[in-house]
T-cell receptor
């Protein structure tokens, strides 16, 4: 069975600091996609960043970057210069084939303090 | 706004009643997904359409659940004889099969169902 583990149910960070959210997954596929989604309280799920498994270069989107370790099946999210608006639940979600469903972890709730 | 829309946003019903939810995907997206999310958990897959064809259904989708996507546009999710365990947020997502956003799923705001 495909599984996704987010081992940090809650994390906290101060404004302007850096925080890393961890994710490990299990798959026998060699070609797949990895996503981090953000879900603010009572608001819509939005995509933060994506990584194609065949790419060795780690993805970066402004203050968000990933550390993708394919052999270790690890996909962590680093948020730099944290802002109050980053407070949300973050989900790691592999997509293991075209047209298949995302497999979500249980999420990490990130709180940001000023 | 050309995002994914869902209707209604909230639904309160009594146990045993039938409910139907609607999802309008982004117009050029041919893939449509339904997920269910309970409080404090990640979404769980329910079913997937490519155009009008329902290609995959989760074991979570019991006989009381049915989904359609006539003409490959909007989709409906119906729950018959609702149970208290059906209380959850029902999320719809759509995805293109080509282009820069290939395989990215865009989520709607969800329909929150409460079964009393």
């Amino acid at each position: 069975a495909q599984t996704v583990t987010q081992s940090q149910p809650e994390m906290s960070v101060q404004e302007a600091e850096t925080v890393t959210l961890s994710c490990t997954y299990d798959t026998s596929e060699s070609d797949y996609y990895l996503f981090w989604y953000k879900q603010p309280p009572s608001r819509q799920m939005i995509l933060v960043i994506r990584q194609e498994a065949y790419k060795q270069q780690n993805a970066t989107e402004n203050r968000f970057s990933v550390n993708f370790q394919k052999a270790a099946k690890s996909f962590s999210l680093k948020i730099s210069d944290s802002q109050l608006g980053d407070a949300a639940m973050y989900f790691c979600a592999p997509l293991l084939g075209a047209g298949t469903a995302l497999i979500f972890g249980k999420g990490t709730t990130l709180s940001v303090s000023s | 706004d050309t995002g994914v829309s869902q209707d209604p946003r909230h639904k309160i019903t009594k146990r045993g009643q039938n409910v139907t939810f609607r999802c309008d995907p982004i117009s050029e997206h041919n893939r449509l997904y339904w997920y269910r999310q309970t409080l404090g958990q990640g979404p769980e897959f329910l079913t997937y359409f490519q155009n009008e064809a329902q290609l995959e259904k989760s074991r979570l989708l019991s006989d009381r659940f049915s989904a359609e996507r006539p003409k490959g546009s909007f989709s409906t999710l119906e729950i018959q004889r609702t149970e208290q365990g059906d209380s959850a947020m029902y999320l719809c997502a759509s995805s293109p099969s080509e282009g820069l956003s290939y395989n990215e799923q865009f989520f709607g705001p969800g329909t929150r169902l409460t079964v009393l």
